[in-house]
């Protein structure tokens, strides 16, 4: 079959004179230059028998258009004029109805709505046996639709995931691109199935937008392969992404006539840039990368030999209008997504050995802190026996220590006359002094009892003792009913109390002692008062005594403050308890 004469016009029906004689595939800009409208083809052929099934096979036409068999519609686009059909990528196989063909000459008339500098034209065309032209069919929408839909898909689809992933661990920007490379790329390459030019509103503003689309991808592109390299350009990155939104806006300002050139311009730049940022990388992944960057680099060279082949096509340099970058895609988007599985995959490993790891680090410490805390308990317990012992042997020396020295002096003095009874009554003190010690340890879990009551016993064998030196005791207690405090407490409080006052019947020489215990808001504060000689006539420092350092540790232990005195005719012994407060 060959083609016959073509002509341009602004009319729905074929004009009857003024055919030239075109081979197809045919792309009018070479023979009329600027001209957008309509073009008829006239394709004829001799049927020898109307029973004779026959089939035809167009393989695309652009941008859209009408076939008619013997002045007969057989098919028609959506839109045969602005905003065309974007039927240029879709092969039509037409079975030719028996009953309009005719014995001798037919005709098959294509009318081709288009813009010369969008490759306006038609492809190859054949006719056939039915079942011929079908298998060539089927294999052309294969390759021009199913693949392209396929390769949309698993972009989308991978897109979509690492977008995913990359939300999950954000500081994994190499995710991030990828995405964001393979999303662009998606909008690339729906231009090869697209039926209309929505949402946009003319041919011009739809390839103005896949323009665009496809200069985010190449830098989008470049950016991905620095940050899988492990690079980062902050600078060029900022420049290259300037350069993207100034030739955006320089498309999207340029006149209808001015967009072909500018568009070129920028197509070839963009390419330029995106085959040296893969040509790099490949160089980068053989010379330095690992395992993984060579693998990709494979990849990436696959889709270079189809890009060049594909921007040979858009610049008409090759006559053909099978574009495989987007079926190559597939080869470059699933590769980089095994690789960056693989990186995936390799990090679980290192966080799984590094938990491992971990736990044996943390099981040896949880181990050694075990016999750490077990040597501090032992150390604990023994230090709380010790302590016992230690608070044992102050409350020994407070209490029987201090019933012992009275004795002794009394003994001293008056030897000869001290009667039985008075033997008796020492060792009366003695036993009331101990079972104060013990009944305060054992009654710990009685609970709490008021000072005035526990005081009580001190207080008259304490009188008593100071009577038969011969000192005046006089005692002022004010709200001790209100204070109630635990038993080891009250023997802390008794127990500085009774050292004060061993202290004055053994060293003041005093004449009277005042003790005076105020209980209020404000704490409690006690206050012994004799009118002795004072420490400086005493033959030990204060400072160095076992007793004074006895009641100073006491009052410390209950929280309060510790104060001493002294000149000759007075001493006064004062300490303050605020952690008592009511």
């Known amino acids: 079959m060959d083609a016959q004469p073509a002509i341009p016009v602004e009319q729905d029906r074929p004009p009857a004179t003024g055919w030239v004689d075109v081979k197809l595939p045919d792309f009018w800009a070479s023979r009329w230059p600027g001209f957008d409208g309509v073009v008829w083809y006239r394709l004829s052929w001799q049927q020898a028998h109307v029973d004779t099934p026959v089939a035809a096979l167009l393989d695309y036409l652009n941008m859209s258009g009408a076939i008619y068999l013997n002045g007969t519609l057989l098919h028609r686009d959506t839109q045969l004029a602005e905003p065309l059909s974007r039927a240029w990528n879709t092969p039509r196989y037409l079975l030719l109805p028996a009953a309009l063909l005719r014995d001798g000459t037919n005709t098959l008339l294509v009318r081709v709505s288009g813009i010369a500098m969008y490759q306006a034209g038609l492809g190859p065309a054949s006719l056939g046996p039915p079942a011929q032209m079908q298998t060539r069919f089927d294999a052309a929408r294969w390759v021009r639709f199913d693949m392209q839909l396929a390769s949309l898909a698993v972009n989308a689809t991978l897109g979509c995931f690492f977008l995913a992933m990359w939300m ?249 006359d001290v009667p039985p009874q008075r033997f008796l009554s020492i060792l009366k003190e003695l036993r009331d002094d101990l079972r104060m010690i013990i009944d305060s340890a054992a009654s710990q879990h009685y609970g709490e009892t008021t000072l005035a009551d526990q005081i009580a016993p001190l207080r008259h064998r304490l009188t008593r003792l100071l009577d038969a030196q011969g000192i005046e005791c006089r005692w002022h207690p004010v709200g001790l009913e209100a204070c109630t405090l635990p038993p080891a407490k009250s023997l802390e409080i008794m127990r500085v109390l009774q050292e004060a006052l061993t202290n004055v019947f053994k060293h003041s020489r005093a004449s009277h002692v005042d003790v005076e215990m105020h209980y209020s808001e404000q704490g409690l504060r006690m206050t012994v008062h004799d009118n002795g000689v004072g420490l400086a006539a005493h033959a030990a420092p204060v400072h160095h005594g076992t007793g004074m350092h006895s009641m100073r540790a006491r009052v410390g232990r209950l929280g309060g403050t510790f104060d001493i005195q002294s000149s000759p005719g007075s001493t006064r012994i004062t300490l303050h308890l605020p952690s008592l407060a009511a």
């Open 168 to 416: 999950m661990r954000r500081r994994e920007s190499v995710y991030s691109w990828f995405a964001f490379t393979t999303l662009a790329w998606w909008a690339v390459g729906y231009n090869q199935i697209a039926t209309s030019t929505w949402p946009f509103a003319s041919t011009d503003a739809w390839e103005i937008a896949n323009a665009i689309a496809f200069s985010v991808y190449c830098t989008a592109h470049t950016v991905f392969t620095l940050r899988f390299c492990e690079r980062r350009w902050p600078r060029v990155e900022r420049v290259l992404w300037l350069v993207v939104a100034l030739t955006s806006a320089a498309l999207i300002c340029t006149p209808h006539p001015h967009v072909e050139d500018v568009r070129s311009v920028l197509f070839i730049a963009q390419a330029c840039q995106f085959f040296a940022a893969s040509l790099a990388f490949v160089v980068f992944a053989f010379r330095y990368g690992r395992a993984e960057h060579r693998i990709l680099g494979y990849c990436v060279l696959v889709f270079v030999v189809a890009g060049l082949h594909d921007l040979l096509a858009v610049l008409t340099i090759v006559h053909d209008n099978t574009y495989y970058t987007a079926l190559m895609s597939q080869v470059l988007v699933v590769g980089m997504a095994l690789v960056l599985g693989r990186q995936f995959v390799a990090n679980l490993h290192r966080i799984e050995g590094f938990n491992k790891d971990l736990k044996r680090s943390v099981d040896a410490a949880r181990s050694e802190l075990t016999r750490t805390l077990e040597r501090q308990h032992e150390l604990e317990i023994a230090n709380a026996r010790l302590g016992e012992r230690l608070n044992l042997a102050h409350d020994l020396h407070d209490g029987l220590g201090g019933t012992l020295v009275s004795s002794i002096v009394a003994l001293e003095r008056t030897p000869a």
